[in-house]
């Protein structure tokens, strides 16, 4: 959800943190803020409701902004409060001394709360957030922090919509006493006590007044990345945040607390004791989280795909046969069902999974809605493959599914384009899209590298359980090496499918369908458009228009229709026949040389001819440019749609 960056170093922090948040504002656009201690030991926090543009022509206009080589930033994806001024971060104890940033929701904020307020605390917000500070201010202190005092002054004041909070005091510890060497040290151990105190999800950052040159940084199932410089380091919720300044990445993992100095970085559990994690060094660069000269980021990841589909299969088949390697960690002898966990566009390349595990793996699957699953009782154990698919491996509802699926003794199979993130750590094996970042909300090149890697996966259990011979293998070997072209044809396509996108972009609702392996491109297709342009979309099965949803159907409610070649073809035209006599206008996505669906469609969108398994990989690009066309002929803001983010890391 929430966009978190933090820097301690030499430079000046406020550029790094204002371009960090840049790079990760598609986590959160609701408001924006970031915090500077300066040279002169003040802390100044500056904070605006909106987009990080407001955030940054509010501090363009002070005569004096935040300055100083320590500080952290956030843009934020709002939970608990609405996206106000007040409510956004960094939020700060009474007297202005602490600082901090949060992405996660504290399950018991509100006994957290109403136990702070009876020992004197004054709450300024409405979120879950402000409790954090609070229980660090007592750890760190000693006591409650007084609004003003003996030892200082509190001035709080509004520049604008910009509020800024600052304390004029000596450098003093816990309970007044003065800050010795191993004041960072016990700063961690304070941020250790309080947060030994919530429950929930949390990636947080922590500054004090009291300690330049010093962060303390915390993640439990929210992710958090720390960037490793020379005299400075870096904080942020994800790696494009980071790039800029350094290629070595230390991923922290869930109950770790890292002590952020300028000379490097220390981590420790919840109880203090010392974690060893290893660096990495990221192979891609900061150039591939740029736009390169595309309007929006979700154009260019459309046109990613060809390329990022090669870089799927890349490694994984070794002429005419399929290499996964990752899969020796399963025993997959012992595999007797199978069970697809994931939420959202993820669940959709899941369905897809579902029906060429069942044709070429004969294994019963099941697909589960991730925060479904988790409240129920599934029949899950060691002869249960759960498979978690998650574009950026911190969903929370997927991540509550794998634990689920682990108390149940059943192994789990990780199928994510994030190396080292949350479910990776926890799963048996993990198999990577290695599709390169995806900087759009919506989901593209993440959707087809899902169904690329789950494809391979089902040929290789199907080859492995003796139902998809090694002649089969060969076919599909060959079939998915020219699909990466097949799939560039139909992105050329594009004229006529932004001139249906633009025809029918004043719509008030849409239904998509489709039957087969073109049911799931259904949901999809209706999901994007929903997710980008505001238009009201259904997908259904093609079939089960007439057990309702034709009741709908008029002149005024189009109907896109996935009628590529498959064994239910006719069937399918049988259904086109029923739209077309209820007046509703047809807009086909077909094989080429189809020229008989012509006479029924008012728009044919040509697509090349595949094999019925590999047909979704076009179908949803297909479906992804015409969502694409109709949101900008509307008006809306492709890349960061409202209510939306990328990474769903609260429940």
């Known amino acids: 959800m929430c966009g978190i960056v933090g820097y301690v170093g030499e430079r000046e922090a406020l550029p790094i943190l204002m371009d960090g948040l840049a790079r990760l504002e598609y986590r959160g656009y609701d408001s924006a803020g970031v915090a500077l201690l300066g040279s002169d030991g003040r802390l100044r926090v500056a904070k605006q409701e909106g987009k990080l543009a407001r955030l940054r022509a509010q501090l363009d206009a002070r005569a004096e902004p935040p300055s100083g080589p320590t ?18 971060h960094p939020h700060h104890d009474e007297d202005g001394r602490l600082v901090l940033v949060h992405n996660g929701i504290i399950e018991n904020y509100a006994p957290l709360r109403e136990a702070l307020r009876a020992r004197g605390h004054r709450f300024d917000t409405e979120t879950d957030t402000e409790v954090l500070v609070h229980l660090i201010e007592e750890a760190w202190y000693g006591r409650v922090a007084t609004t003003a005092g003996a030892d200082g002054t509190t001035d709080r004041t509004t ?35 309080a947060l030994r105190q919530v429950e929930g999800a949390y990636a947080l950052v922590v500054m004090s007044e009291d300690l330049p040159g010093t962060l303390v940084a915390a993640r439990h199932f929210s992710p958090l990345v720390l960037g490793l410089g020379e005299g400075e380091q870096l904080v942020a919720s994800d790696i494009p945040a980071l790039l800029s300044h350094t290629r070595r990445v230390l991923l922290l993992e869930d109950g770790d607390v890292a002590l952020v100095e300028r000379a490097g970085v220390t981590v420790t559990d919840l109880a203090g004791q010392p974690q060893a994690r290893e660096a990495l060094t990221v192979t891609w660069d900061a150039a591939a989280a740029e736009k390169g000269g595309y309007a929006h980021f979700v154009r260019k990841e459309i ?13 994984r088949l070794d002429g005419d046969r399929i290499h996964l390697p990752e899969l020796a960690a399963l025993d997959l002898d012992a595999i007797r069902r199978i069970c697809v966990v994931a939420c959202g566009t993820s669940l959709y390349a899941g369905m897809l999974a579902r029906l060429m595990l069942e044709r070429w793996a004969r294994l019963p699957v099941e697909v589960a809605i991730a925060s479904e699953l988790r409240y129920g009782d599934p029949v899950l154990g060691p002869e249960s493959l759960v498979i978690l698919v998650s574009q950026s491996g911190e969903t929370a509802d997927t991540l509550a599914a794998q634990r689920l699926a682990r108390a149940k003794g059943a192994p789990t199979l990780a199928v994510t384009n994030s190396v080292g993130s949350s479910i990776t750590r926890a799963a048996d094996a993990t198999l990577y899209l290695q599709v390169g970042p995806e900087i759009g909300v919506v ?18 259990l199907g080859r492995r359980r003796g139902h998809f011979d090694a002649a089969r293998v060969a076919d599909l070997a060959r079939d998915l090496r020219a699909l990466p072209e097949a799939m560039t044809l139909a992105i050329a396509g594009e004229p006529a499918i932004r001139a249906a996108a633009e025809a ?11 039957r087969g392996f073109n049911h799931p491109v259904a949901l999809e297709a209706a999901l994007k458009l929903k997710e980008i342009s505001y238009i009201h979309a259904e997908g259904y099965p093609a079939g089960e228009l007439k057990h309702g949803p034709i009741a709908m159907l008029d002149p005024s409610i189009p109907v896109f229709a996935f009628a590529t070649p498959a064994p239910t073809y006719d069937k399918l035209v049988s259904n086109l026949e029923e739209v077309r006599a209820r007046g509703a206008e047809l807009v086909v996505v077909a094989g080429a040389g189809d020229t008989d669906i012509a006479r029924l469609a008012e728009r044919v969108l040509y697509v090349p001819v595949l094999r019925e398994e590999l047909e979704p990989f076009v179908n949803a690009t297909v479906a992804q440019l ?12 492709v890349d960061q749609p409202r209510n939306l983010a990328k990474s769903v890391t609260v429940e």
């Open 71 to 88: 500080g952290l930033g956030h843009t934020r994806w709002a939970t608990h409060g609405p996206p106000t001024t007040i409510n956004a």
């Open 159 to 193: 520049d604008g919509d910009a509020t800024s909070v600052t304390a004029d005091r000596g450098l003093r510890g816990p309970a007044g006493s003065p800050i010795g060497a191993d004041g960072p040290s016990r700063f961690a151990a304070a941020v250790r006590a």
């Open 303 to 315: 046109d990613e795909q060809p390329g990022a589909l090669a870089d799927t299969l890349r490694g």
């Open 443 to 460: 989901a593209t090149k993440t959707f087809t590298g899902q169904l690329a890697v789950l494809t391979l996966l089902a040929a290789e």
């Open 504 to 514: 029918l972009a004043d719509r008030r609702s849409m239904f998509f369908i489709g």
């Open 626 to 637: 015409f969502a694409y066309h109709a949101a900008v002929a509307l008006g809306r803001d």
